[in-house]
Each structure stands twice: as C-alpha cells, then as structure tokens.
C-alpha cells in the first residue's frame, strides 16, 4: 500500500514542482519591458521618441520609473539590441533589472521636449508609488505646476485608483491646464473645480486668469471661484491664529506656573525666574549632547530623558537661591525684587562663560518634526502641539501636588494664612523652601518645551518674564485655574492683535488692558479665599 501511493506522490510533487518554476520564470517578465521599447529613444523622430515614453509609462514594468528618471538624467544607454540604465554607478539590464556591465559609450540624449515626456510620465508613475507619502509629495507637485505636457498622463491617472486626496490634488493639477484651455466653457468648469481648493498658489492661478479672461460668464465663474476660496482662507485664517494662540498660551502657562506659586505662597517677586527657565532649556542642550555621543542610537528619545533632567537641575538651582538670598527677605519686596535681579544676572553671565554668548544648537527629534496638515493653508507643527500637550500634563501634574500631597496641603495653607498656618504645627519654612523649588523646577520643565522651538542662549528668560508676571497678575495671585485662563487667554488676544496692528502694538494694548483691569479688579480674575501672605 505504502508503495502505491508512493507511486503516486512522486508525479503529483513533481507536478508542483514544475508549476513553480514555470511561475517563478514568467512571473518577473510578465510585465518586463524588452529593449525593444529602447530603440525609438535613441532615433531622430520626435513622435516615435514620445511614443517610447509612452509605451514605457503605461508597460506595468515595476522599473518604469527608473527607467525614465534614467532617461532625463542622461543615464539610460542602447548598445546594439540590449539597453541599460545605470544607478550609483551600477548598470541594471532593462529587461528585468538584474545587473549589467557598466556601458562604455554615450548615453541616450534627450531634449526638451522629450525630458518634458518623461517628467510628465514620471509624474504619474509617482502616484501609484507603493508609499503614501510620495504619491503625495507627487500629487501636490502636480497640483502646483501641471502643463499641457501633462493633460494625458493625469487623465490615465485619474482614471486608475487613487487615494481619495491625492484623486483632489490630480483633478485640481487637471484643472490648472484647462483654465488654460481657448474654450470657454472649459474654463468655466475648471474654476469651479478650483474652487474647491484653499491653496495660496492656485488663487494666484485663477487672479492671473481674471486679468486675461474677455468672456463674461467665464469671468463671473473665475471670480465665484475666488470668492470662494477667500472665504476658505479667511477661516483657515482665524483657525490659523487660534490653534498659534493656544500654542502661545501653553508656552505662557509653563513659564507662569511656577511663578504662580512661589509668588502665591511667598509673595516673592523673582526677577530670576526667567533664567531658571535657562536653566531648563540648557540642561536639555547638555543631555542631547550626552545622548550624541553615547547614545546616538537612541537620540529621538533625548527630550523624554530631559524632563526629569531640567525639573531637577532647575529646582536644586531655585532651593540655593531661596537658601541664600530669598529667605533673608521675606516681607520686603522692593528688596527681594533687586536682590533676584542681581541673581538672574549672575545666572545669565554664568551660562555665558559655561557655553559662551552664542545660541546653543537644539535639534527636535523625528517625532517633533513636521506637522499636521490641515489645509494647504494651514499646518500645525508638530513641537508647537507636543507644548500644548506637555503643558497640559505638567498643569494636572502641578495639581495632584497641591491637592493630594502634603507638601501641596501646607502650600495651601501657608497661601491662604500664613501665621495660622505655622500655629497649627506648618513648617513655614521648610514649606517656602520646596514650594521655591517645586515652582524653579516647573520653570526648568518650561525651558524643555521652549527649546524645541526658540533659540536656546543666556537671555532667553528675559523674554518671558514680564509676560509671566502678567499672567500671574491677571488670573489671581497662586489660583492655578486663574493662571490658565489668563495664560491661554493672552496667548489667543495677543495673536489676533497681531495680525491687526503689530506684535509691538498688541504688546502694548494687552499691558493696557491688563493695568485697566486691575484697576477694576484688583485680585485679579480669580479671587483667593482667605488672607493674602503675611510677612
């Protein structure tokens, strides 16, 4: 029995065997171009050259697209029947891309015309590219300088699959050539095709249209279409400012935290809060240094590992200078205002003679990089919302302290009474210490997040202290929910001011209506329950 049916297996394997090899050997010439295909490029007829573009674009070959770039590059070579094309100094058979000796002669020339061909059908080859990203990258090229040359490639484009928005950038590229078409009607369409998009370029397209269009219905659909297209800009305008404010804000809001609570429970007035943010900013320059050269495998991660690194370095700086200089002067603001001034200058010379006078080189890491596209006319920056998401964390976190520590408990306590406080057994001062540091080390967390956007050098701080104390002013002195509406208020106010008037205008008006309102309003927008800090 075990004889007969091997007797049997053997023709069935054999079988199996024989239809592999044979899929194995067609399977890579199925679409194979011969370079017979070649042959035409090489010759003096302009058609037949243009029709090899074409035969070549729509032959399947999954080298086509070398091929071509080959060809406009001047690294595609036909010596007698056999063609090849070379790559970083390797040649590379057309027919099936295996490798080749490297030609000896001259390469096909191609002239205008025919490396027009060729980009055009590069063009579309690069829209059903396997990775997403350079079928857009080739759609968007198209949609901002598609030609005449271009017509019939993006209409075979059009009419394979296409991702739903590289599909809009290809029908607004076909769009582009048709508002150039001698036919009205044409026209017509194409402007209301083009309405659809928010891209500055093709706005710029349709207005150059408008001075030359003589028809009248043609002009009434051109200016429809850039009515439209306004209205789009405008909004994306107003997104644009708020989404920048909130990112203002967050920067705002970290910078103003840590003040919010030394100034809530000491009433100290730290001109060096500033440079503390320095401080976080160039610890982070010191461990993506480290991470450079011992770690270069893992440099995306850097700003992760910096956090605890900048929260650290900048509290240990804030506990000596409230060890030192702040504790002596409780109760005497104009002198703990002149005496932290002093402070931040010390600081801010010592970063000069520890890293010089220049700005110091922070790169983002590859996951900060970039942005989110949401229009053509609006992108968010990928290091502008991981600000607005780490403030926010470091916002819940600064909460959890003060309402489910003890260390958060007596701040409280010594914020609202102080005197009574320190009768119920509060150590007054052991508490002013770490609420220093914890407020120093919230600035350092600060200078983390404005590394990855501004320049990192010894005057940074001197940016933001003044807004911080704004900030802090306005929202009521240690109430953290005040902080943060006046943070992300600012932030948005003072965008849109911007656009208006000017960055040094709208500084000025926010001062102004700040001094107003605390005229109004003295304890700001949230008032603290119980007795301000005593001396």
Same mark, same amino acid.
């Given at each position: 029995?075990?004889?007969?049916?091997?007797?049997?297996?053997?023709?069935?394997?054999?079988?199996?065997?024989?239809?592999?090899?044979?899929?194995?050997?067609?399977?890579?010439?199925?679409?194979?171009?011969?370079?017979?295909?070649?042959?035409?490029?090489?010759?003096?007829?302009?058609?037949?050259?243009?029709?090899?573009?074409?035969?070549?674009?729509?032959?399947?070959?999954?080298?086509?697209?070398?091929?071509?770039?080959?060809?406009?590059?001047?690294?595609?070579?036909?010596?007698?029947?056999?063609?090849?094309?070379?790559?970083?100094?390797?040649?590379?058979?057309?027919?099936?891309?295996?490798?080749?000796?490297?030609?000896?002669?001259?390469?096909?020339?191609?002239?205008?015309?025919?490396?027009?061909?060729?980009?055009?059908?590069?063009?579309?080859?690069?829209?059903?590219?396997?990775?997403?990203?350079?079928?857009?990258?080739?759609?968007?090229?198209?949609?901002?300088?598609?030609?005449?040359?271009?017509?019939?490639?993006?209409?075979?484009?059009?009419?394979?699959?296409?991702?739903?928005?590289?599909?809009?950038?290809?029908?607004?590229?076909?769009?582009?050539?048709?508002?150039?078409?001698?036919?009205?009607?044409?026209?017509?369409?194409?402007?209301?095709?083009?309405?659809?998009?928010?891209?500055?370029?093709?706005?710029?397209?349709?207005?150059?249209?408008?001075?030359?269009?003589?028809?009248?219905?043609?002009?009434?659909?051109?200016?429809?279409?850039?009515?439209?297209?306004?209205?789009?800009?405008?909004?994306?305008?107003?997104?644009?400012?708020?989404?920048?404010?909130?990112?203002?804000?967050?920067?705002?809001?970290?910078?103003?935290?840590?003040?919010?609570?030394?100034?809530?429970?000491?009433?100290?007035?730290?001109?060096?809060?500033?440079?503390?943010?320095?401080?976080?900013?160039?610890?982070?320059?010191?461990?993506?240094?480290?991470?450079?050269?011992?770690?270069?495998?893992?440099?995306?991660?850097?700003? +992760?590992?910096?956090?605890? %690194? /900048?929260? @650290?370095?900048?509290? *240990?700086?804030? $506990? =000596?200078?409230? #060890? !030192?200089?702040?504790?002596?002067?409780?109760?005497?603001?104009?002198?703990?205002?002149?005496?932290?001034?002093?402070?931040?200058?010390?600081?801010?010379?010592?970063?000069?003679?520890?890293?010089?006078?220049?700005?110091?080189?922070?790169?983002?890491?590859?996951?900060?990089?970039?942005?989110?596209?949401?229009?053509?006319?609006?992108?968010?920056?990928?290091?502008?919302?991981? +600000?607005?998401?780490?403030? %926010? /964390?470091? @916002?819940?976190?600064? *909460?959890?302290? $003060? =309402?489910?520590? #003890? !260390?958060?408990?007596?701040?409280?306590?010594?914020?609202?009474?102080?005197?009574?406080?320190?009768?119920?057994?509060?150590?007054?001062?052991?508490?002013?210490?770490?609420?220093?540091?914890?407020?120093?080390?919230?600035?350092?967390?600060?200078?983390?997040?404005?590394?990855?956007?501004?320049?990192?050098?010894?005057?940074?701080?001197?940016?933001?202290?003044?807004?911080?104390?704004?900030?802090?002013?306005?929202?009521?002195?240690?109430?953290?929910?005040?902080?943060?509406?006046?943070?992300?208020? !600012?932030?948005?106010?003072?965008?849109?001011?911007?656009?208006?008037?000017?960055?040094?205008?709208?500084?000025?008006?926010?001062?102004?209506?700040?001094?107003?309102?605390?005229?109004?309003?003295?304890?700001?927008?949230?008032?603290?329950?119980?007795?301000?800090?005593?001396?």
């Amino acid at each position: 029995m075990d004889i007969l049916l091997q007797s049997f297996a053997r023709p069935l394997i054999l079988l199996r065997l024989l239809t592999v090899w044979t899929l194995l050997a067609l399977g890579p010439s199925a679409n194979a171009l011969p370079s017979a295909a070649i042959v035409p490029l090489a010759g003096d007829d302009p058609d037949a050259r243009s029709r090899a573009v074409d035969t070549i674009a729509t032959s399947g070959d999954p080298n086509a697209a070398r091929i071509l770039a080959a060809l406009v590059d001047a690294r595609l070579y036909l010596q007698g029947e056999s063609a090849v094309f070379v790559e970083n100094d390797k040649a590379f058979r057309v027919e099936d891309g295996a490798a080749a000796p490297v030609p000896a002669g001259d390469a096909i020339i191609a002239n205008n015309r025919l490396r027009g061909d060729a980009d055009a059908a590069l063009s579309s080859l690069r829209l059903f590219d396997p990775v997403f990203e350079v079928r857009m990258a080739a759609a968007k090229d198209l949609a901002a300088s598609a030609d005449e040359a271009q017509r019939d490639a993006l209409t075979r484009a059009l009419a394979g699959k296409l991702d739903p928005k590289v599909r809009v950038l290809v029908e607004v590229a076909l769009a582009r050539i048709e508002l150039q078409s001698p036919e009205p009607a044409k026209r017509m369409v194409a402007a209301r095709m083009l309405s659809v998009s928010d891209d500055p370029q093709v706005k710029s397209v349709l207005a150059e249209r408008m001075r030359d269009e003589k028809d009248p219905d043609a002009r009434q659909a051109i200016g429809a279409a850039l009515a439209d297209i306004d209205r789009r800009v405008a909004r994306s305008e107003i997104v644009a400012r708020v989404l920048t404010g909130i990112s203002l804000g967050s920067v705002l809001l970290l910078a103003a935290l840590g003040l919010a609570i030394t100034y809530g429970v000491m009433g100290v007035i730290n001109m060096a809060h500033g440079e503390l943010l320095m401080v976080g900013a160039y610890a982070t320059y010191l461990t993506q240094d480290f991470f450079r050269h011992y770690l270069p495998d893992m440099q995306d991660l850097y700003v +992760i590992a910096a956090i605890p %690194v /900048a929260f @650290l370095a900048a509290a *240990a700086v804030g $506990l =000596v200078i409230e #060890r !030192l200089v702040v504790r002596f002067l409780y109760g005497r603001p104009l002198e703990t205002l002149l005496a932290t001034f002093g402070v931040s200058l010390v600081l801010a010379q010592g970063a000069r003679s520890l890293f010089g006078a220049q700005n110091v080189e922070l790169s983002n890491p590859s996951w900060l990089s970039g942005g989110f596209e949401l229009s053509a006319a609006l992108v968010l920056p990928w290091n502008r919302i991981g +600000i607005v998401v780490f403030s %926010v /964390a470091v @916002l819940g976190m600064v *909460a959890l302290v $003060l =309402v489910n520590t #003890r !260390l958060g408990l007596y701040v409280r306590a010594v914020t609202q009474n102080r005197r009574m406080a320190a009768c119920m057994g509060v150590p007054t001062g052991r508490t002013d210490a770490l609420a220093f540091a914890l407020g120093a080390g919230i600035a350092g967390l600060g200078g983390v997040a404005l590394s990855q956007f501004t320049n990192v050098g010894p005057d940074m701080g001197q940016a933001y202290i003044v807004d911080s104390f704004m900030v802090v002013v306005l929202g009521g002195v240690g109430q953290l929910a005040g902080c943060v509406v006046a943070a992300f208020g !600012l932030g948005i106010v003072g965008k849109f001011l911007e656009g208006w008037t000017g960055a040094v205008i709208a500084k000025i008006l926010v001062l102004v209506f700040i001094i107003v309102f605390i005229q109004r309003r003295p304890q700001g927008l949230f008032a603290l329950k119980g007795r301000q800090v005593e001396a």
